[in-house]
């Protein structure tokens, strides 16, 4: 199992490698829970393990819950059955958030190690139903559940009666704390770490063409979340986080991503200072499958409107037969929705003309990876998880940008809100209420400026509301492979655990945990992802994704290293004492 979650590793660096390695992502995630252990006393129903989390993004199995008797599952049943969906739910206002990030935590995992299970991760959150239609409603006590200490296990390792046990060790640490109310789940997961001429001006909100351009110009603009990879690894992709100043003396500009995005594996973990004399590693704008991904995006378009122009022309040539017949009162109608047409046809030609251009410089200026690098790597610690006092993971690396190729375009740290989602749809879901002389309003260039930091502090306790007057947190991100997220950060930090080939050596760390907005919207992330800066609504900086638990297919949460203690280590470095958010 150890020899297969490293390669399912290997294969966020470049899914083409599945089928090379001999095996598939389904192979990590056999339905262990419901035969292996289907003569333990303490396992749930093949059923249940398979639709209990239904709804989740990775829909993991479940492999045992300490409150099976207190909250009973049914099957579905009648003619028209469906499982019942739920989405995750983040927790504040709970006695747990307090402790936990302080010493009960740690403490947990030292229950969970003293019985030998084998944990990926643990989560603190809670489940909400999902509504089935728009006629149901549930009331909110009977919608959101009991906070959960949600436990992620390799599940051939974990029978339910060694989970029981550890549960019940747990509940018990739990009630020294006078905290009565929770539940502790196991559910099968794994811990992942996700991995020329000028840029472009990002395309405005504006434009008249960007309802028929889209963001395809997205990978090309200086705006954050740069989809980036390295000469010596094209395969691997990552995102860039933000824009730094080295400070001081120096006027330099300098660019932060995950070491595991910049830096090969197969390299010794240590620590990586750029000389002068050596060798640079350099850092590209688009790796192979980005670059191939870009061309076949603009092509894609291109052909779309092609189709859309021949619809639109038969709409003319109807309008003008129609013209000859219609009578004085249905003309003006005619008339009318012929120049729609004709205006429709003209938008669409002036965009191939525009997509026919930028693919021609994609094509000519981009594909050469000379031509695609923007700096190379001048500094980069060891990866170590459990670092510090907070136990955090330190995972970055410092990039000297080169300052040509990002020319005027240049507008510091900016976040693309992407066209995924219209203006009023991503105000729609930014909801949220905090003090009376503030609310989210939309960007009239779809670029969210990013200045402050979410503080420790804010991250348990925000200054946000939801519609139902909870305490939330939204967040926002742009990655590499799933563009413009919108989030939930969690107020409890999530413990991941990473194992090694030996099995007897692991790293455990704690990390931010931010869990999707709701059931319809996906993962937050996904491979490719890291490096991506995560800011709230407020434009305040949270932290740098650096992995997410889940399958191989998809996560559930993703983790981030708080952006409050990273700017802490990195002035750390002595030559990087005056750095700051550029």
């Known amino acids: ?128 139903l999902v509504e089935v239609d728009e006629d149901e409603e549930i009331a909110k006590e009977a919608r959101v559940g009991p906070v959960t200490l949600w436990i992620g296990v390799f599940a051939d390792w974990t029978p339910p009666t060694l989970a029981h046990e550890a549960a019940q060790d747990v ?128 092509k894609v378009k291109i052909a779309d409107h092609g189709t859309d122009i021949e619809r639109w022309q038969k709409q003319i040539d109807e309008c003008k037969e129609r013209e000859q017949d219609s009578d004085v009162d249905n003309l003006a109608k005619v008339l009318k929705s012929r120049a729609k047409a004709e205006r429709f046809v003209k938008e669409l030609e002036e965009a191939i003309k525009e997509l026919a251009a930028l693919l021609n410089q994609v094509e000519k200026y981009w594909k050469p990876v000379h031509k695609r690098i923007i700096g190379h790597v001048l500094h980069s610690p060891p990866i170590a998880l459990g670092v510090g006092q907070p136990r955090f993971t330190e995972d970055w690396g410092l990039v000297e940008l080169d300052e040509a190729k990002l020319g005027n375009a240049y507008q510091g740290n900016k976040l693309d809100l992407g066209t995924e989602m219209r203006p009023a749809e991503f105000t729609r879901k930014c909801f949220t209420r905090g003090n009376a002389n503030w609310k989210f309003t939309y960007p009239k260039d779809r670029l969210l400026p990013l200045a402050g930091t979410i503080s420790d502090q804010l991250m348990r306790h925000p200054d946000m509301w939801d519609s139902d007057n909870e305490p939330c947190l939204l967040v926002v991100k742009s990655g590499n492979a799933t563009g413009t997220t919108l989030g939930r950060a969690n107020g409890v930090f999530s413990i991941v655990r990473k194992y090694s080939l030996d099995r007897s050596v692991d790293q455990t760390s704690m990390g931010w945990a931010i869990l999707p907005y709701d059931s319809k919207s996906g993962a937050f992330s996904a491979p490719g992802d890291s490096g991506s800066i995560i800011a709230d609504i407020r434009g305040r900086i949270g932290g740098m994704l650096t992995g997410s638990s889940g399958n191989t297919k998809s996560s559930d949460v993703t983790y981030a290293t708080p952006w409050f203690w990273l700017l802490e280590q990195i002035q750390a470095t002595k030559e990087f004492t005056n750095v700051h958010v550029a």
């Open 1 to 128: 199992r150890y020899d297969e979650v490293q390669r399912a590793q290997a294969v966020d660096e470049d899914p083409t490698l599945a089928s090379s390695l001999g095996f598939s992502c389904d192979a990590l995630f056999p339905f262990s829970t419901t035969t292996t252990h289907i003569d333990d006393p303490h396992a749930v129903s093949i059923a249940e393990a398979q639709s209990f989390y239904a709804g989740l993004p990775s829909n993991p199995v479940l492999v045992y819950r300490s409150d099976i008797q207190t909250n009973k599952w049914s099957p579905p049943s009648g003619p028209e059955a469906h499982r019942r969906k739920k989405q995750l739910f983040p927790v504040f206002n709970h006695p747990i958030v307090n402790s936990w990030n302080n010493d009960l935590g740690w403490k947990v995992v030292a229950l969970l190690d003293a019985r030998a299970v084998h944990f990926t991760s643990v989560d603190v959150v809670r489940f909400e």
């Open 171 to 298: 509940l018990a640490l739990l009630e020294k704390y006078s905290i009565t109310d929770v539940s502790v789940h196991f559910r099968e997961s794994i811990y992942t770490t996700k991995v020329g001429p000028q840029l472009l001006q990002p395309i405005e909100d504006v434009d008249p063409l960007v309802d028929v351009i889209g963001n395809v110009v997205g990978p090309l603009t200086t705006a954050l979340g740069l989809h980036i990879s390295t000469k010596t690894r094209p395969n691997a992709q990552g995102t860039m986080a933000l824009y730094l100043k080295k400070g001081g003396d120096s006027k330099g500009l300098l660019g932060l991503s995950c070491r595991h995005v910049l830096i090969n594996s197969d390299e010794p973990n240590k620590l990586y200072v750029h000389h002068r004399s050596a060798p640079s590693k350099d850092v590209l704008l688009l790796g192979h499958r980005a670059h191939t991904k870009l061309v076949k995006s603009i």
